[in-house]
C-alpha cells in the first residue's frame, strides 16, 4: 500500500504523504498543498476531512462498530459505570480502584455551585428551553471559577476538568427544576455519581427520594453511551473554540450551543415529537415513511441516519435493549416504543432508506427511556450533554496537550470582484 499520493497540476507534481491510523484508517497529509500549489480543499461538512490526530475514540462505520480508548462500547456499556469512562476518556487508561476513588474525590470536591448562579437562573423565563440555561450557566462558570480559565499545565487542566464534572450535574439538574418550578437541589456526596444526579433532578423538599437499581443502571447506561463519539459537530466546535486557548468552560459552552441543534443532539427530543405526532396521528408509519422521502417536504426522520455509521448505530442497539428491559421492570406500557419499533422495521425494509444506509442511531431510542424516567421531553437533549461531557473534556485536553495551532479553515471566495466605491448620490 503506498505512503503517498502524487498530485499532477498544472505539469508538475507534488508528494503528498499518506499517514496510517492505529486502526488501519488512511489519511493524505495537505499542510503543504497551499504552499507548493497554491490550492486549497473544498469539503462542506468535513465529510472527508480529518481535523486532527485523536487517541480518545474511534468509530468504524460500515462496520457498526465503536471504541472508548480501545474498549468496544458493548463491554462497557455492560461492565463498567459512567464516572469510570469518564476516567478512562480523560486519563486513557481504565483505573484502579485508588485512581477511580481519587477522581470521585476530586470530582466531590467541586460539586458545589455558587448560589450566585441562581441569581442567574432565576432571570430566565420559565419557558426558555433548558438548553439555552445550561450553555449560558456553564459560560457563566468562568465568571466564578477564574483560575479554571487560563490553564495551561497538566494540574491546571486536570482541576478545570473535576471542577466541571462536579457542577455540571447540578447546572443540568437546574435547568429541569425551572422548567417544574421547583426549588434547586444540591449534591449529595453519600451518593454514586449517577444516583447524586438522579436526586438532583427528581428530589422534592421534604422527601425520601428512592434509587430504584434500574433506573439507576439504565442512567448509567445511557450516559456511557453517549460519552464520546470522536470528531461530531460539537466535540469539534469544542475543539475549535478552545484552539484559541478560550477556558475549558467557555469551550463547553459552545459545545452544548452546538449539541443543542436537531440534526444533532437536539434529535433526541425531535424523535420523541415524531412519535407523539404519529401515534396522535392514528400511528401511521407509512405516512411519515413518505414524507421523509418527500424531497418537497423539509420532514426527516429523526433519530435516522448518520453521516458516520452506514451500518446500525451499536449505540442504538445497546439502547433498543435497555428501553425493553426498563419499560418491562417499571411496567410500563408506551405506545410510542410500539410505533418506533413500527418505524423502525418499516424503514429498514423501505428502498429509500436502504439505498442511503439509513439506519435508526442513537437518539432513535434514547427518549423512549428518558421518558420512561420522567424526564421532560425538553430535558432529553441536556441529558445527552450530561453524557457528552466527559468526551467534550477529553478531545478539549487532548487539543491543548498537543499544542495544536488555531482552527482556521480557508474558503473559496465567489463574490463579487474588486470594484470601486460609489457615493450615494451616485448609486
Ligand atoms: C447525532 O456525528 C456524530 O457522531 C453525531 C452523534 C454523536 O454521538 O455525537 O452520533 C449524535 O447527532 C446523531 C444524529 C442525530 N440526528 C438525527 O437523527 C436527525 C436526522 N438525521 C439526518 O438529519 C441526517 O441523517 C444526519 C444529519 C444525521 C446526517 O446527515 P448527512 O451525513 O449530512 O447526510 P445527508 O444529509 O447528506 O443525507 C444523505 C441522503 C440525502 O438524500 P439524497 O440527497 O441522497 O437524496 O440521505 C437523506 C438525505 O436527504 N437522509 C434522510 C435522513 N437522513 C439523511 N432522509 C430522511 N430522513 C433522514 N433522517
Not at 453517549?226 to 461530531?232: I, K, L, P, R, S
Not at 434529535?267 to 418527500?294: F, P
Not at 424516567?373 to 491543548?400: H, K, S, Y
Request: aromatic fraction near 8%; glycine fraction near 6%.
Amino acid at each position: 500500500m503506498s505512503d503517498k499520493v502524487i498530485l499532477n497540476y498544472n505539469g508538475s507534481e507534488l508528494d503528498l504523504p499518506v499517514s496510517t491510523g492505529s486502526m488501519d484508517e488512511k489519511a493524505i497529509d495537505i499542510s503543504k498543498l497551499r504552499s507548493a500549489t497554491g490550492l486549497i480543499t473544498m469539503d462542506p461538512g468535513y465529510k472527508n476531512t480529518g481535523s486532527c490526530e485523536s487517541k480518545i475514540t474511534f468509530l468504524d462505520g460500515e462496520e457498526g462498530k465503536l471504541m472508548y480508548r480501545g474498549y468496544p462500547i458493548e463491554q462497557l456499556a455492560e461492565k463498567s459505570s459512567f464516572v469510570e469512562v469518564m476516567y478512562l476518556l480523560i486519563k486513557g487508561n481504565l483505573p484502579t480502584q485508588a485512581e477511580l476513588d481519587k477522581f470521585v474525590n476530586d470530582i466531590n470536591e467541586y460539586n458545589y455551585v455558587s448560589e450566585d448562579l441562581i441569581k442567574i437562573l432565576d432571570a430566565f423565563p420559565s419557558s426558555a428551553h433548558p438548553m439555552g440555561v445550561l450553555t449560558s450557566l456553564t459560560a457563566a462558570l468562568s465568571a466564578f471559577n477564574p483560575k479554571c480559565v487560563d490553564v495551561s499545565s497538566e494540574e491546571e487542566m486536570y482541576r478545570a476538568a473535576v471542577t466541571l464534572l462536579g457542577k455540571f450535574p447540578v447546572l443540568a439538574s437546574w435547568t429541569q427544576r425551572k422548567v417544574k418550578g421547583l426549588p434547586v437541589n444540591y449534591s449529595n456526596d453519600k451518593l454514586s455519581y449517577v444516583e447524586n444526579l438522579y436526586q438532583l433532578l427528581f428530589k422534592k423538599p421534604g422527601q425520601e427520594l428512592d434509587l430504584d437499581p434500574v433506573i439507576i443502571d439504565a442512567l448509567d447506561k445511557l450516559l456511557i453511551l453517549h460519552a464520546d463519539h470522536e470528531q461530531n459537530c460539537s466535540a469539534s466546535t469544542v475543539r475549535l473554540v478552545g484552539s484559541s486557548h478560550a477556558g475549558l468552560f467557555a469551550s463547553i459552552s459552545a459545545g452544548i450551543s452546538a449539541l443543542w441543534g436537531p440534526l444533532h443532539g437536539g434529535a433526541n427530543q425531535a424523535v420523541l415529537e415524531m412519535l407523539e405526532d404519529i401515534k396522535n396521528d392514528g400511528g401511521d408509519v407509512e405516512k411519515y415513511l413518505a414524507k421523509a422521502k418527500d424531497k418537497n417536504d423539509p420532514f426527516r426522520l429523526m433519530g435516522f441516519g448518520h453521516r458516520v455509521y452506514k451500518n446500525f448505530d451499536p449505540r442504538a442497539k445497546i439502547i433498543k435493549v435497555a428501553a425493553d428491559n426498563v419499560l418491562e421492570k417499571l411496567g410500563i406500557n408506551d405506545p410510542t416504543l410500539e410505533i418506533a419499533k413500527k418505524l423502525e422495521k418499516a424503514a429498514l425494509e423501505d428502498e429509500y432508506f436502504k439505498s442511503r444506509n439509513l439506519y435508526p442511531n442513537v437518539d432513535f431510542y434514547s427518549g423512549i427511556i428518558y421518558k420512561a424516567l420522567d424526564i421532560p421531553t425538553e430535558m432529553f437533549t441536556v441529558m445527552f450533554a450530561v453524557g457528552r461531557l466527559p468526551g467534550w473534556i477529553a478531545q478539549w485536553m487532548e487539543m491543548r496537550q498537543n499544542n495544536e495551532p488555531i482552527g482556521r479553515p480557508r474558503q473559496l471566495y465567489t463574490g463579487a470582484p474588486l470594484r470601486d466605491y460609489v457615493d450615494i448620490e451616485k448609486r
